[in-house]
């Protein structure tokens, strides 16, 4: 069975950016161990950046989160160092979730990454509706939400929708 792992978001305004916090600057050892789990196994490997461009704070989420981040090309948007692993997709999406996951071959997937309350879950939960006959996991110990108090709600909420909390 081919397993996936799904790098949400590590990006350095969501670590130590204009949208840092220091649960995801406290995550980014954790993640790094699980990459190299996956690559060291031959698994697949995807990275997704939020993705934005210069009129960002003219965007619908601009109005309601009105702090740029993850402006494309700029150092805010790159993948944390270190993370980056040589034949991953990298995919660039201008929202929480990603929509197009129906063009992968998902079999089992385990999702990581930034934020667990906003893009970890919108991805975890468009995967479980397109794919509900496969396993889907969420590692807790390397997401994080933008409070510990919503990072906890989400998971929660994955949880009744079938995605395993590990």
């Given amino acids: 069975m ?3 792992l799904i790098v949400v978001d590590m990006q ?30 031959g698994d697949e490997i995807i990275f997704t950046r939020d993705t934005h461009q210069e009129n960002y704070l003219e965007t619908n989420e601009g109005r309601h ?8 090309g700029t150092e805010g948007w790159k993948i944390a160092e270190g993370l980056e692993v ?17 063009d992968y071959q998902l079999e089992e997937v385990e999702i990581i ?5 906003i893009c970890v879950v919108s ?5 479980k509706a397109l794919y509900p006959e496969i396993q889907v996991s969420v590692d ?20 009744m929708c079938q995605v395993a909390i590990v």
């Fill in 12 to 41: 350095n305004d969501f670590i130590n950016g204009s949208l840092g916090t220091k649960e995801a600057e406290a995550i980014v050892e954790n993640v790094k161990n699980k990459i190299a789990q996956y690559r060291d196994a």
């Fill in 65 to 72: 989160l009105p702090v740029e981040h993850c402006i494309e």
């Fill in 123 to 127: 991805n975890a939960l468009i995967i």
């Fill in 140 to 159: 807790a110990s390397c997401c994080a939400g933008v409070t510990p108090e919503s990072h906890e709600a989400a998971l929660l909420t994955m949880k």
């Fill in 86 to 102: 040589p034949g991953a997709v990298y995919i660039n999406k201008p929202s929480f979730g990603y929509v197009d996951w129906k």
């Fill in 2 to 4: 081919k397993r996936t």
């Fill in 113 to 117: 990454g930034l934020c667990t309350d």
